[in-house]
């Protein structure tokens, strides 16, 4: 069969089809290049601009992005436990299910009494965050127990909770920063793993706040000293630009340390005119 070539029709003329395909694809070619040279300029000023590659990042539709893969990721693990439908109608559970608070991190010890300085340290925190005793009594005890065992001062931890979510264990982020210490579960992954392999959650206070302090104490190593280690916490090793993060945290530790100091002092008055009071009542009699 003899072939033919197609053909168009404009304003009377007849154009082969073959030029008009190959005129498209020079276009499209330029276009690539031209897209290309843009991106590459826009790439080079961000990386040579700080305050403005930290206005991207923060901008609303960067925020979107980050919150939108991070929310993917909690309601995966919220998911953990549930039981779904299948096509049949019968119940099913989820294979490789994870609880949003994983069993082994939910109990604190509460058998042993805080100390006059934690009860302190409460009795301001709840105050100043407007959250009930009892709540803060809890994540003051918690504290104490993991700055303990992750070799992190109690009171900076509080500190940082303080400045990061104030006390609210389920605060989130726009960029995708979760919990008491607003730990990013995608970043430090890893971290959260090595506590509970397949079984964990940025939600869960225990689990949080131990992850946050492994990070503060790893940045605190790195740059040897808690101002810097701070800085890099809230991002400023990225971005340059810690809004006087380490200042605040700092502070407010500052004040929470008062606090302790002056709970013990009351105790410690309190015992001397005890004894005294025993003392004086022995003698009379």
Do not use: C
Request: proline share 4%; aromatic share 6%; charged share 20%.
């Amino acid at each position: 069969m003899k072939q033919y070539e197609t053909v168009l029709s404009v304003n009377g003329q007849q154009v082969k089809s073959q030029n008009m395909i190959q005129s498209f694809k020079k276009a499209v070619t330029g276009l690539g290049v031209a897209s290309s040279v843009l991106v590459a300029g826009a790439v080079a000023i961000l990386l040579s601009n700080a305050e403005l590659r930290s206005q991207v990042f923060f901008s609303a539709p960067v925020q979107a992005v980050f919150a939108a893969e991070i929310d993917l990721l909690s309601t995966g693990l919220a998911a953990g436990g549930a039981e779904v439908a299948n096509n049949t109608g019968k119940q099913t559970q989820v294979s490789g299910s994870k609880n949003l608070m994983p069993v082994k991190f939910n109990s604190i010890d509460s058998s042993k009494p805080l100390t006059a300085g934690q009860r302190q340290i409460a009795s301001y925190l709840s105050k100043r965050y407007s959250v009930s005793p009892e709540a803060v009594e809890s994540i003051v005890r918690l504290a104490y127990k993991v700055g303990k065992e992750e070799k992190v001062e109690p009171t900076l931890i509080l500190a940082i909770v303080g400045i990061e979510s104030s006390y609210n264990p389920f605060a989130a982020s726009p960029v995708g920063a979760r919990g008491l210490m607003q730990v990013m579960p995608k970043i430090h992954k890893d971290k959260f793993e090595a506590l509970s392999p397949g079984d964990w959650s940025p939600l869960n206070p225990e689990m949080n706040m131990r992850v946050g302090a492994k990070i503060i104490r790893e940045y605190t190593r790195r740059t040897g000293s808690v101002h810097a280690g701070l800085r890099w916490y809230v991002g400023a090793a990225i971005h340059g630009n810690d809004g006087g993060y380490p200042g605040k945290v700092l502070a407010l530790k500052s004040r929470i340390d008062s606090a302790y100091q002056q709970g013990h002092l009351v105790a410690s008055r309190e015992k001397a005119e005890k004894v005294s009071a025993v003392t004086v009542a022995g003698s009379e009699g």
